[in-house]
Each structure stands twice: as C-alpha cells, then as structure tokens.
C-alpha cells in the first residue's frame, strides 16, 4: 500500500497538480526507474517521462540525469525530492487521520519474510490476520536476503538479528533466543563441549556464505562477548537444513528456537553451553517512514506483536 494506490484515477485533464508531480517524481527517484514507477502508478512510461520533463521545465532546473541504464538525481533533484517526499507524506497523514475516525485497514500489503519463521510460523498467523481483517490482501514473498524495502515495492520487510542504520522504522515484534544443540547421538559418539572454545574440536553446521564463521556467547559473569571461530563440513543458507543435520547426528548446531523449538521438546535435539547461553536477536517489522501512517501495516505489525510478542517457540 501507497499514498499513491490510483493515481491514474486521479488525472481528470491535461493539467495535474503540483503534488501529482512530486508523487511521479517520488516514484521515479524510488524505483531508479520511469518504466517502474510507471508500473506501481498505472500510469505509461511516455506520460511519467512528460510530465518529469515538464516538471523540470516549471520549475527552471534540471532534476535528473537519464541515461539508458538508470536515472540519476542532481544536487537540485536531492533537495527537491526531500522537500517533496516530506509534503507527500503530511499530506498522506492528514487522509489517513482523518479517514482512519471511521475507516478500517484495507488495501494490499506486500510483504518480504525469512524463509524459516515465514514457513513455520507466519502462515498460520497471516491466515488468522486475514480472517480479522478482510479487506487487506497479503503479497507474502519469502527469502533470506536483505531486500531493498523501497527499491523494489514492498510495503513491510520481517528481519531477525542485528539491523544496520537506515531510515526505515522498526518496529520491535518479539525476543528470539539462539541455542547451541546437537542429537544425542552425537554427544554420545563425540562428547559434550563444555566451554565455547571447545566447540574448536568439533563439527559444527554453519550458516550463511561467509568463508570465516564465528558464534557468539555471553560469558557468566557478565563479561565480555565471546566470539568463537567454528568450523565444519556442512555450510547452508537456510537454518531448518542445519537442523535437519543436527537431528541426523552430523553435528553441533547453533539455532533460533523458532527453528529448533520442537526438536528440542522432543528431545531429539539436546542443548549445551547453557551458561553461555548466545545473546538473544530480535523479531522486527520495518516499512519505510512515509509508510507508519497506514493502518494496514499498523494493523499487521499489532498483530504480529500480539500473536509473537509472548511465544514460546
């Protein structure tokens, strides 16, 4: 969802306002395209393209360099996409403010999920999201990697872990605790690691793409991180593959309970290294600033927060 959902609808003649030009120009500087941002405003490339042009025109000064591959802003484009994307977003507050006294959540949100949480757990809880809010349709894409929230249209992103600096709003969803575990069999067969550092003498089930994998602990007495380097012959992208080694005996896992909560319920996995136990990450939901006054998305990250805040995965 958008402040611009229909503009198409919106042009009655020749003349456009003053705010329908910086919506296009918005659009276009965020998408890095015209043919994109003619693609989310319903409108052609030719008519995002005049009206830009025109724009420039009205305004005496050149705003962006179009080459055949991409589009590039000016010192002059900068200052006049920040002052505009501020108007817009006042002027969408205002709608909203006054609209939301009686309106209820509705529209389309396009959301991008990790793979792992997102087949596990959000399916569930979306088709429960849903069934309380029936005029919002949910675009859910899942992968584990950092998408460009902005660049490529979505509305909300779900991110685990640490969250670099950015303009985006995160919103806190819930606390998700890390484990070390492996099968019994394994410990059987190779013996409990019973420091960190143990873990050197062990196969561990890495994840990520990284040549270099190091785990992190906390230390008892409230020192210091610990940052152990692991090593091992399994290496994926995806943390129910690790779980699904540790549960064949392959080795030492290091996992989100939101992964291994059952498994370690069961007792086919088995924890270690409980007083060292790895500082906990964090469920977030984050969506661009001139996104926060929407209430779908503020509906679903309620939501979220209601159904998760509190699990015990």
Not at 41 to 51: P, V
Not at 164 to 185: G, N, Y
Not at 272 to 294: E, G, N
């Amino acid at each position: 969802m958008r402040f611009i959902v229909n503009l198409k609808e919106t042009i009655k003649g020749p003349v456009m306002s003053q705010l329908e030009d910086m919506q296009i120009f918005v659009s276009a500087v965020d998408a890095q395209s015209f043919t994109a941002a003619a693609d989310r405003l319903g409108l052609s490339k030719q008519f995002i393209s005049r009206r830009i042009m025109a724009l420039e025109e009205r305004l005496g000064a050149r705003l962006l360099v179009r080459t055949t591959r991409k589009l590039s802003v000016t010192d002059t484009g900068h200052l006049y996409y920040e002052r505009a994307l501020k108007i817009i977003e006042e002027v969408g507050e205002t709608e909203q403010l006054i609209g939301s006294r009686n309106a209820s959540p509705r529209g389309t949100l396009r959301i991008s999920a990790p793979v792992s949480f997102g087949t596990l757990h959000l399916g569930a809880a979306v088709a429960r999201f849903m069934a309380q809010c029936p005029e919002i349709h949910i675009e859910m894409d899942l992968n584990d990697r950092l998408v460009d929230i902005v660049g490529e249209g979505y509305d909300m992103a779900i991110r685990i872990g640490q969250l670099a600096d950015s303009s985006l709003i995160a919103r806190q969803i819930a606390p998700v605790q890390m484990v070390a575990c492996a099968s019994p069999a394994y410990f059987k067969q190779r013996g409990k690691p019973q420091t960190p550092l143990d873990l050197k003498q062990h196969d561990c089930l890495l994840y990520g793409h990284s040549a270099n994998v190091e785990w992190t602990f906390s230390q008892p007495d409230g020192g210091k991180l610990l940052h152990v380097p692991v090593r091992g012959r399994l290496r994926a992208n995806n943390g129910e593959v690790g779980c699904a080694a540790a549960l064949a005996g392959l080795g030492i896992a290091l996992l989100p309970t939101f992964i291994a909560g059952a498994a370690l319920r069961s007792k086919s996995l088995v924890t270690i290294l409980d007083r060292y136990a790895p500082p906990p990450l964090t469920i977030y939901a984050v969506y661009p600033q001139h996104r926060q006054a929407s209430l779908a998305i503020k509906a679903f990250s309620d939501f979220l927060r209601t159904t998760f805040g509190k699990a015990n995965f």
